[in-house]
């Protein structure tokens, strides 16, 4: 599952649905991702056939945009998700901090 290109929603995951040890859900419509809390980040820990809507709480999230960088890096370098109705001027004005952490030669 290519979560960092096909991912369009998320939330936090509705325990009362599946049997499930997951924090967070992304994905599609058709199958999601499920990640549980290490430390400071989100590691994946299970991939199921099944709607995003039907896994989370109220409301769904909409991803506007996901960025990649590889693990040791600390800027992001590349996007590999921008929804069409979405800039990144947009996400920098609704998130300032996030202009510190893109790779400015690569996406802005």
């Known amino acids: 599952m290519n979560i960092h290109k096909t991912a369009k929603m998320a939330g936090d995951f509705e ?20 990640f549980i809390r290490d430390d400071k980040y989100f590691v994946p ?6 709607d995003v809507r039907q896994l989370v709480r109220k409301p769904t999230l909409v991803i506007s945009a996901i960025f990649v960088k590889p693990h040791k890096q600390l800027l992001y370098s590349e996007i590999s998700f921008l929804r069409r109705d979405t800039t990144i001027e947009q996400i920098i004005k609704i998130i300032p901090d ?3 952490k893109l790779s400015s030669s690569n996406i802005i």
């Open 98 to 100: 996030i202009k510190y």
């Open 15 to 34: 325990s009362s649905h599946k049997v499930l040890l997951s924090d967070k859900i992304a994905g599609t419509t058709t199958a999601v991702m499920g």
């Open 45 to 50: 820990n299970t991939v199921i056939k099944d």
